[in-house]
């Protein structure tokens, strides 16, 4: 079965993230054999070596180098015999060449997640500010060639966030609903619970787990 959801979000009022659900799917990879100079423009992103230009034939932007010639890389290191290397000084030398490139789809780290987090929280604030309708309720969907975004905020703030592929037709409007009424079952009305921290119950891991599955199997036409 195709998951259609990827990941779900649950953003503070301060913009802190306090909860993420992330589907588990296989991570794409894509080899090819590579005669000098290599057409994909490498550079080291986050301690890897990470395709920033020149997408084609199934290696996408962002998509890192995972091995080379059979040699698993690990972050931008490249293990040569006894020697470690630079992957990315290696594929720059001709002498190297016909190579075997592995390259795999990015994952997101937690970090990465606090990050987005904060930052659509601000991006939520700027669209409230610029929007021309008074009362505006801010960004609600965000539609993508590669994703859509769906966010419903409380009236206290908290944001609920459900990002699904392109060509979703999930009811995200009641899925939102639901996941804001499973908020309050199972966090606000744990008296453990404290407002604004990171949600740590396994009940509540166990009910979006339930509906994200009843979300999934119901595309298009989910009711609740």
Request: charged share 20%.
């Amino acid at each position: 079965m195709t998951n259609h959801i990827q990941h779900l979000f649950i953003i503070n009022r301060a913009g802190s993230l306090i909860y993420s659900w992330e589907a588990r799917i296989e991570t794409p990879e894509v080899e090819k054999t590579y005669e000098w100079p290599i057409d994909v423009h490498l550079e080291e992103v986050d301690q890897k070596a990470v395709v920033v230009f020149g997408e084609k034939e199934g290696v996408k932007l962002r998509y890192y180098v995972k091995s080379v010639n059979g040699e698993v890389v690990t972050g931008t290191r490249l293990q040569q015999g006894a020697l470690q290397v630079n992957v990315l000084e290696y594929l720059q030398e001709e002498d190297n060449y016909p190579v075997t490139v592995r390259f795999a789809a990015p994952t997101v780290s937690t970090n990465e997640k606090i990050i987005l987090s904060s930052m659509f929280h601000s991006l939520f604030t700027i669209a409230v500010q610029l929007s021309p309708c008074p009362k505006s309720s801010g960004v609600e969907v965000l539609e993508t060639t590669q994703f859509k975004l769906f966010c419903l905020q409380s009236r206290t703030g908290v944001k609920f966030v459900v990002i699904t592929s392109a060509a979703s037709n999930i009811a995200a409007d009641s899925l939102l609903s639901k996941m804001y009424e499973l908020y309050t079952d199972f966090a606000l009305k744990n008296p453990f619970y404290s407002i604004d921290m990171p949600i740590r119950a396994q009940k509540f891991d166990e009910a979006i787990k339930v509906l994200l599955e009843k979300a999934e199997k119901s595309n298009g036409a989910v009711t609740f």
